[in-house]
Nanobody, 120 residues
Framework: VQLQACGGGLVQPGDSLRLSCAAS????????MGWFRRKPGKEREFVAT???????YYADFVKGRFTIFRDNSKNTASLDMASLEPEDTAIYYC???????????????WGQGTQVTVSS
């Protein structure tokens, strides 16, 4: 599975942004898709994941602001982010694995990352 993430950019606090991840490969529909992020100087952390059946799971800090979903007909997984805060500034990565969850080790496939900057 090859992954291509896009949609990052510079936004103001309170704005919304959609990140998308396009996947190639015959096994997309049987994989879980996840989003992780890495803040400057920090470890990569879990944001959200959606299993092959569309069931989402979120990190606690999301607090209802983010929505992850997938479109198996288009081989895409997206992350809608609302009420963005400066603390959300990070490089966001999409990832794919047979078993979804919050652990990075569950995802053998990673996209290249897309920068999200939240600043006034």
């Amino acid at each position: 599975v090859q992954l291509q993430a896009c949609g990052g950019g510079l936004v103001q606090p309170g704005d919304s942004l959609r990140l998308s991840c396009a996947a190639s490969g015959p096994t997309f529909t049987s994989t879980a898709m996840g989003w992780f992020r890495r803040k400057p100087g920090k470890e990569r952390e879990f944001v959200a994941t959606v299993d092959w059946n569309g069931r989402p799971y979120y990190a606690d800090f999301v607090k209802g602001r983010f929505t992850i979903f997938r479109d198996n007909s288009k081989n895409t997984a997206s992350l809608d982010m609302a009420s963005l805060e400066p603390e959300d500034t990070a490089i966001y990565y999409c990832a794919a694995g047979l078993a979804g969850g919050p652990e990075k080790t569950l995802y053998p496939y990673w996209g290249q990352g897309t920068q999200v900057t939240v600043s006034s």
